[in-house]
């Protein structure tokens, strides 16, 4: 875990004048992504901009709107609102804003990541959300994901060690959300 949070460290150090920009958040997706063995549509990375939360990654989520704090279907509004890390494994049968999992994030045509063979569609079975907190407060949140057609398709369940090292990750990362 050390050697991924001094990795973020160094990229956060990297990006820390540009702030949270798109190519940014791009960066920090791919090595979410890599970091905890997911697709890249998997990641998701928000700043919080006065009382919304903003899609910085993936950047196809921008248009579609921003997440009020006050929206209580949104677990990334919960969590920047509580500061609280969790894990839901059960993440499908939870009560949760699904709007922004109705986009098509890679082309109609081929897209692997949200259908099978069969053509059902992949959605959301696990997520880690954790808030990107400085000492000036919430800065946004970052969210780890696994689909699938179903939990057991989605892979395995995110564990509290894969909960310490993305807070670990967050943490390290927050100097460059601004």
């Known amino acids: 875990m050390a050697t991924a949070v001094v990795a973020f460290s160094q990229l956060a150090s990297e990006l820390e004048e540009q702030g949270l920009t798109q190519a940014s958040g791009e960066r920090i997706a791919a090595e979410l992504a890599k970091t905890f063995s997911v697709q890249s549509d998997e990641v998701a990375v928000l700043k919080l901009e006065k009382t919304n939360l903003i899609f910085i990654y993936p950047s196809k989520l921008q248009n579609v709107g921003s997440i009020p704090l006050n929206n209580s279907a949104s677990v990334a ?81 995110f564990t ?17 959300f601004k």
């Open 77 to 157: 509004a919960r969590t920047a609102v509580t500061k609280r890390a969790e894990i839901i494994n059960n993440f499908s049968q939870t009560k949760h804003a699904s709007v922004f999992e109705s986009v098509p994030l890679t082309a109609k045509k081929s897209n692997p990541e949200m259908k099978s063979a069969g053509g059902k569609v992949h959605v959301i079975q696990k997520l880690m959300t954790v808030p990107v907190v400085s000492p000036a407060g919430v800065q946004g949140v970052i969210q780890i994901s696994r689909k699938g057609e179903n939990a057991p398709a989605a892979g395995a369940d």
């Open 160 to 176: 509290p060690v894969d909960l310490q090292k993305l807070v670990a990750i967050a943490a390290s990362l927050a100097k460059c």
